[in-house]
């Protein structure tokens, strides 16, 4: 009998998995994440997706912004925000 290592499914854990993305207009670098109760440190109510400005290998630039229901409305806003844009 030969035993097989445990693999991991593609896409199971990428559901809440970080994304970023660089505003072509600014440069400013995007950083969406999730944040369940676990995590809530922000001193908001609730769990859900924020998102924030943060360059590269350095700390977030500000607070986070959220919760949003989905990944995709906390991208939105951030593309939208003054705050995201004029960083």
Do not use: K
């Not at 035993?3 to 970023?20: D, F, I, K, N, V």
């Not at 590269?56 to 951030?78: I, L």
């Amino acid at each position: 009998m030969i035993a097989h290592a445990p693999t991991s499914t593609p896409g199971q854990h990428a559901a809440r998995e970080p994304l970023y993305d660089v505003d072509p207009r600014t440069g400013v670098t995007i950083e969406i994440f999730y944040a369940d109760r676990t995590l809530e440190t922000f001193g908001r109510a609730g769990a859900g997706w924020f998102w924030w400005s943060r360059r590269r290998r350095c700390s977030p630039d500000g607070s986070a912004t959220g919760p949003f229901a989905t990944s995709y409305a906390a991208y939105r806003h951030a593309m939208t925000a003054p705050a995201a844009i004029n960083s």
